[in-house]
């Protein structure tokens, strides 16, 4: 008989330390638009585990690096996945919006392709360190967009 192994997705869930961050129906206004900002003002790591993104047009999507302060953004409240409802707290920012002029920090960390129509699942393993900014960029100008991404906060021998 195998090991027992628990996955960090599971343990953050045990731990009260995942949340689903839900995207409804963004509708970017253009080419190279971002359309979803985490920014962790916490003093501890998160991480953006995975996500299930759809749009109703084909194109290309990105997470990248960020600084700045968005604008036309709504704020998204997480949803906990484990019976802890505590959230990352330190002011921490999860919005979304059509157009949130970000600006990039280098090249882009991942590219992941949306066929029109047909969710995605999309495997990111990105740690945002406390301070950090990421977000999503929609490569087309057109296509509306839903899903949601899976955020977790790696436990204490895991934070440096």
Known sequence: MGAIFITP????????KA?????NGIDPTGADDHF????????????L?????SSTVAGMVELLRGTGTSSSSTAVPLLPMGVNKDTPGGG???ETGANLQLTGDG???THDYLAADVARD?????RIPANGQVYLNWTVATGVLSGFLIITQPPEDEQS
Do not use: C
């Not at 979803?36 to 991480?47: Q, S, W």
């Not at 585990?49 to 993104?53: A, E, F, W």
């Not at 999309?122 to 990105?126: P, Q, S, V």
């Open 9 to 16: 997705e599971r343990d953050a869930v045990n731990r009260g």
């Open 19 to 23: 949340w689903a961050m839900p995207i």
């Open 36 to 47: 979803v900002h985490i920014h962790n003002k916490t003093d501890k790591a998160l991480e």
């Open 49 to 53: 585990v995975r996500g299930r993104l």
């Open 92 to 94: 921490s920012l999860f």
């Open 107 to 109: 090249a882009a960390l």
């Open 122 to 126: 999309i495997d990111y393993g990105i």
